[in-house]
Each structure stands twice: as C-alpha cells, then as structure tokens.
Nanobody, 127 residues
C-alpha cells in the first residue's frame, strides 16, 4: 500500500506554466506505474501522462503534446517516489482538478481500477 499526495496547483494566466508534484510514499513505491489524470466540470476524467514502473512514458491525450512533460524520481531508500508534471503554454481548457494515481507494476495500459489515488490539486487557467 502507498499514499499519494499531489501539490503545486494554482491559478495562472493563459500561456503561463505550472509544475505539479506527486509524492508516493510506501514500500516499493518505485514498483508502481504513476499517472496524471484530470477531471474538468461537466467532462469525464481523462488521462494526461503516465510513467511505467519499468521506465518510459505514455501520453494519453494529444492536446498536451509539446506542452506537458512528465518525469520521475525514485528514492527506494526513503520508500518514496515523486512524479512531476511540467505544464507549459497553459490554456483555459487545461482547467481541471489534476489527480495522481499509482498502480502496482503499472504499464500505463490498464484500467487503473486497482490504483491508489490522491486527493487532487486544482489547476485554473484564466483567459
């Protein structure tokens, strides 16, 4: 079992940047696939970007290509992994609650039904 906590959301003007962080704490946290998802009012939750437990990333939505990047640091000694989301050239349509999820041995291709989820961090982009 791991704990997932997101941080870094806020209000930014269109064209601006934000960095989100997701701290995953627990034994073998580096053996989890980690993903960013977002949920905007009136829309379904959508995947944004994901990093596989074994390495490599997957982009779930074309609208963030070239603007968002994902990276990860693993600290097995401290039983902690941190997932980052760098968001550039933000648009009003990026406004959403952003969630981080951790899935055991996740390869970014599953349903995430058995994943551990954080509480989310709000990103608001003004026009």
């Amino acid at each position: 079992q791991v704990q997932v906590v997101e941080s870094g959301g806020g209000l930014v003007q269109a064209g601006g940047s934000l960095n989100l962080s997701c701290t995953v704490s627990g034994r073998n946290s580096d053996d989890y696939g980690l993903g960013w998802f977002r949920h905007a009012p009136g829309k379904s939750r959508e995947g944004v970007l994901c990093m596989k437990w074994s390495g490599g990333s997957v982009t779930y939505t074309d609208s963030v290509k070239g603007r968002f990047t994902i990276s990860r640091d693993n600290d097995r000694e401290r039983a902690k992994s941190t997932l980052y989301l760098r968001m550039n050239s933000l648009k009003p349509e990026d406004t959403a609650m952003y969630y981080c999820a951790a899935e055991w041995l996740g390869d970014c291709a599953g349903s995430w039904d058995g994943a551990y989820w954080g509480q989310g961090t709000q990103v608001t982009v003004s026009s």
